[in-house]
């Protein structure tokens, strides 16, 4: 069970550093969604080929006779979370586009479990759910503390006094991810459970998600409005592992579920994305933009950390 644990901590790490990734492969193919396909294509493609190792049994056909349809949307907002954390992070830096989404996450999850949505058993609130969701919020408003407008740095956009202005919206947009994020997270532990595996799950919700990017990119090229190959810088080596980082972060969730229980599981891959949001951004790694650790950003993160603990153990 440590080894779990160390594994999930390790596995929520990777998503800010996906999202670093496949930022700046986006600035190289000069488009978001493009970026987006590539990093779903080759998860896809990975996780096709685990599946094919360990060959599940999968329910395929009962699952489509007798699930209804939303059990294989997480797909689609898993597209939307990724794409939109893309465009997050050139404009909030790495920790925020953490941590603005975990505040959607958590109160999309308190939404899904008091209305009983998407098939789960309703569960009622609590004084200790309540009380962690306050300091998720308290914790999210200290982490995006609002920065002084600096200069460009390690390929990132620093945004300027209309660009500021446009931050509320932005951070809306990031609250939203996080609720698509339970969403998804939902109806795949349902299309888990359809289908008879994790993987397969995971595996079905990428390729919704790759077929949904292809349609999207095939419109915007044909309307003119993909960037063309000509425009297209080459980006570094690493630019190209976010579906790598991204399926890996998948295949660990569904190895440490049955292992540590889905709240202990969401609780140490939170840790671990808090504590890489932060290094990221104080580092300014692979091209993020540079935000020092401060003081009240540090206690933002741990109280967004407790709450995260409050709401998934409190009830």
Do not use: Y
Not at 182 to 191: I, P
């Amino acid at each position: 069970m440590l080894l779990a644990a160390v594994l999930g901590v390790a596995a929520g790490a990777l998503l800010p550093v996906q999202t670093a990734v496949n930022t700046r492969l986006s600035a190289s193919l000069r488009s978001t969604f493009l970026a987006s396909l590539v990093s779903f294509g080759i998860g896809t493609v990975f996780l096709a080929v685990v599946v094919l190792v360990l060959r599940p049994s999968l329910a395929v056909g009962a699952t489509l006779a007798h699930r209804p349809w939303w059990i294989w949307i997480g797909g689609l907002c898993g597209v939307v979370f990724l794409t939109l954390n893309m465009v997050l992070m050139r404009r909030l830096g790495a920790s925020v586009t953490v941590v603005l989404p975990v505040l959607g996450q958590v109160l999309g999850g308190l939404l899904i479990d008091v209305t009983g949505a998407f098939g789960v058993a309703v569960r009622t609130l609590t004084v200790w759910r309540v009380l962690g969701t306050l300091l998720v919020v308290v914790g999210a408003v200290l982490v995006n503390l609002r920065r002084r407008p600096g200069p460009r740095t390690g390929g990132a956009t620093v945004p300027g006094a209309a660009a500021s202005r446009a931050l509320p919206l932005l951070a809306a947009a990031a609250v939203l991810a996080g609720g698509l994020s339970a969403v998804q997270t939902t109806v795949n532990g349902e299309l888990g459970k359809a289908l008879g595996s994790s993987i397969g799950a995971s595996l079905a919700s990428f390729l919704v998600g790759t077929v949904a990017l292809v349609v999207l990119n095939a419109v915007l090229a044909a309307r003119g409005r993909l960037v063309g190959a000509g425009a297209w810088a080459r980006p570094p080596w690493w630019g190209w592992s976010g579906g790598l980082l991204g399926a890996t972060f998948v295949a660990v969730n569904a190895l440490d579920a049955p292992l540590l229980g889905t709240s202990l599981t969401v609780s140490v891959v939170l840790l671990g994305q808090i504590v890489a949001g932060l290094v990221v951004d104080h580092t300014g790694a692979l091209g993020a933009m540079r935000r020092p650790l401060t003081a009240p950003r540090l206690g933002g993160a741990v109280l967004v950390l407790a709450g995260i603990l409050a709401v998934r153990l409190g009830g």
